[in-house]
């Protein structure tokens, strides 16, 4: 029986070192093995707060 999981993706901007959403998970669905036949949504969402603008984004699979 597979299991849901969820992996949760978060980007400022404020640094040199983050990385977009979309490399994020790019990268985490590469290293997992993540196919479309496991891979549920991806929700996404973005807020800004005294000028800094947060994006978020929870990626539901089957493992």
């Known amino acids: 029986m597979n ?7 978060q980007y400022t901007g404020t640094d040199d070192f983050d990385q977009s959403l979309d490399d994020q998970i790019n990268e985490f669905i590469n290293k997992e093995g993540i196919t479309t036949e496991n891979l549920i949504d ?3 969402s973005g807020h800004s707060d005294q000028g800094v603008a947060t994006y978020s984004a929870l990626l539901l699979f089957k493992k």
């Not at 299991?3 to 993706?9: D, I, L």
């Open 42 to 44: 991806v929700k996404f």
């Open 3 to 9: 299991k849901v999981q969820t992996k949760h993706f």
